[in-house]
Every structure is written in C-alpha cells, then in structure tokens.
C-alpha cells in the first residue's frame, strides 16, 4: 500500500514570497491533515479535512494560510505571503476515519530567509 | 485546557538498558492516545492506540500501558535502533477529534 506522498521535500524562499505544498493521502482515507512541526516540538494542526469538508482549521493564520482538498483526495496547502516563523516542517497525515490512527509524509522542510 | 507532556526530553541509554517514557495528560473524557516514532528528517511513525485505562500493547521490544492519568512506552533491551525521537499524542471527546500532541521524548541507544 502506497504511503503518503507529499511534495517538495525541501523549500527556500525569501520572506514575502509565495509557497505552496501538495499531499496525495493513501487511498481510501477520508481524513486529511496539515500539521507544522517546529524543531523540538510535536506537529501542530494547521487544518483537517473531513472528505472535502473543513472540521477544523482553529489554528490555521487564515490571513496568510490557504488550504483545499480537491474532490476529496489530493490537498494543497499555501502560504502567502511568507514571514520569517513559518520556517518549519509541514507534515500531511491522512486515516480512514476521524478517529483511528494517522500516517504521515516524508515532510517538507520550508527555510524563509 | 487538554494537555499533554513527556518525560523525560532526553533519555540516552547503553544498550540492552531497559528504561520506560512517560506521557501524562490532562483531558476532559479521553477517546484515545497514539504513540509515534519520529526518526530525523522523516514524519512520525504510527506505533500503538491505546482507549481505555489498564490497556497494554506491545510491538517487538516495545510496550505502551494507559492510566487515567498517564501513559508509559516501556523499552526492554533496547538496540541502537531504537534510536528515535517518541511522540505522544491524545484525542478528547470533546476535541472534535483533534489530537493534542507532546513535545516527545528523545532516545539514545549507545552501542
């Protein structure tokens, strides 16, 4: 069974740039997550998607941060513009249902100079 | 507020030295708590689900058991490659199924 699939791995952009981050879940799981990972910290939830719907997005800086799930697979999440803190790690995570266990991507690593 | 934290941050162990992690939490009704390993540069690694008090689970040198209060990951004669940083994270009734993670607990396994 193919994992979850996340791209780019890596990302340098000046401050005020514009990024973006795509997933592609495992098949069949209609539970999709956005976490940012700061080094030494757990995963903080950005947004999570129930099939095409918005659960929650609590903590999501909605004046710079945009996320979509398309037709209830692949997600993008975007940030425009780019500061300084959001260099960190953004995981995707995706389960079957909104209670079981979550898998998690490879990461992309997003350094803001 | 739901709360989790690990314990120790760093555990540096010789190999073959059994130790044990602890994850204590604060939570209004608990639907679950997750264990993860994360290895550098990689996402976490799903390990255990744990819903009730007195349940255990175990994974080759690995065991995790929940209390009303706290969670422990045993490690029994651990190996190098056990090496890893071990997350903890739980999932409230009321929490519209968001999981609150722990800071997690780094482990060392010297050779």
């Known amino acids: 069974e193919a994992g979850v699939a996340q791209s780019p791995r890596y990302k340098i952009i000046e401050k005020r740039q514009s990024v973006a981050f795509w997933c592609n879940p495992i098949s069949g799981h209609a539970t999709l997550y956005w976490y940012q990972q700061i080094l030494g910290q757990g995963p903080k939830l950005l947004i999570q998607?129930?099939?095409?719907?918005?659960?929650?997005d609590s903590q999501l800086p909605k004046d710079r941060f945009s996320a979509e799930r398309l037709k209830g697979v692949d997600s993008t999440l975007k940030i425009q513009p780019a500061k300084l803190e959001d260099s960190a790690v953004y995981l995707c995570a995706s389960s079957k249902r909104e209670n079981t266990e979550a898998f998690f991507g490879q990461g992309t690593r997003l350094t803001v100079v | 507020e739901d709360q989790v934290t690990q314990s120790p941050e760093a555990l540096r162990l010789q190999e073959g030295e059994s130790s044990s992690l602890n994850c204590s939490y604060t939570?209004?009704?608990?639907?679950?708590l997750f264990w993860y390993r994360q290895d550098p540069g990689k996402g976490p690694e799903f390990l255990f689900t744990?819903?009730?008090?007195?349940e255990e689970k175990e994974k080759e040198r690995l065991k995790a058991t929940l209390t009303k209060k706290e969670s422990f990951l045993h490690i029994t004669a651990p190996k190098p490659e056990d090496s890893a940083t071990y997350l903890c994270a739980v999932q409230g009734l009321d929490s519209n199924y968001q999981l609150i993670w722990g800071a997690g607990t780094k482990l060392i396994i010297k050779p």
């Open positions: 939570v209004s009704g608990l639907r679950g």
């Open positions: 744990l819903y009730s008090a007195g």
């Open positions: 998607f129930q099939n095409n719907g918005v659960v929650d």
